[in-house]
């Protein structure tokens, strides 16, 4: 099972907005609504930001969302912040109980 | 509030195997909603999923460490525990567990596990 393919960086100034792609294969991301997107600021663990079915958990800005097409999910980050600045995993089902992480993006706010 | 709290050597020789386990506290492990994770993160690179477990004990691994890897759960002690045979130096990482529910949403601090003689 190979990582999801994400971009090594994206960037924006404050105030903007940013996407955040996860490529995958019809075997994982392109089969099932079954993505999660992950938070994490050095040193710590990562926290959710989306769950799978593009639901928010309680106390997550509204400033993230989520969709998908085909084998890409994506995350955008609305009206970008310096506390959004971290790395961004996404994370899929990939059938017979088996999930896989992104490769990872790395938030930069200008 | 549920808190993950992963525990185990932080040194390990090559060739030798892994131990750790995660404590859970402030919920039952036992809960039929939730499926138990590891996941581990190299220094400077992103995660991979290694597997879950189940309260029953069914297990769901990585196929690329699936021949190494045993996730086994104690719901009599509330934790749950993951062993690596064979270690390299490859499988130096921060080792997480987690509670999955439609995503991880629980953590624990991550547990930095270096692979060296």
């Known amino acids: 099972q190979s990582a999801l393919t994400q971009p ?42 989306i769950y799978e079915g593009s ?45 896989v992480f992104g490769t990872g993006t790395k938030v930069t706010v200008l | 509030q549920l808190q993950l709290q992963e525990s185990g050597p932080g040194l390990v020789k090559p060739s030798e195997t892994l131990s750790l386990t995660c404590i859970v506290s402030g919920g039952s492990i036992s809960s039929s909603t939730y499926y138990w994770g590891w996941i581990r993160q190299p220094p400077g690179e992103g995660l991979e999923w290694i597997g879950n477990v189940y309260y029953t004990g069914s297990t769901y691994y990585n196929p690329s460490l699936k021949s190494r890897v045993t996730i086994s759960v104690d719901t009599s002690k509330d934790q749950f525990s993951l062993k690596l045979t064979s270690v390299t130096a490859a499988d130096t990482a921060v080792y997480y567990c987690a509670r999955r529910e439609e995503g991880y949403y629980y953590w624990g601090q991550g547990t930095l596990v270096t692979v060296s003689s």
């Open chain 1, 55 to 99: 639901k928010r958990p309680s106390g997550v800005s509204n400033r993230f969302s989520d969709s998908k097409s085909g084998n890409t999910a994506s995350l955008t980050i609305s009206g970008l912040q310096a506390e959004d600045e971290a790395d961004y995993y996404c994370c899929s089902y990939a059938g017979n109980n088996i999930y």
């Open chain 1, 8 to 49: 090594a960086s994206v960037s924006g100034s404050p105030g903007q907005s940013i996407t955040i792609s996860c490529t995958g294969t019809s075997s994982d991301v392109g089969s099932y609504n079954l993505v999660s997107w992950y938070q994490q600021h050095p040193g710590k663990a990562p926290k959710l930001m």
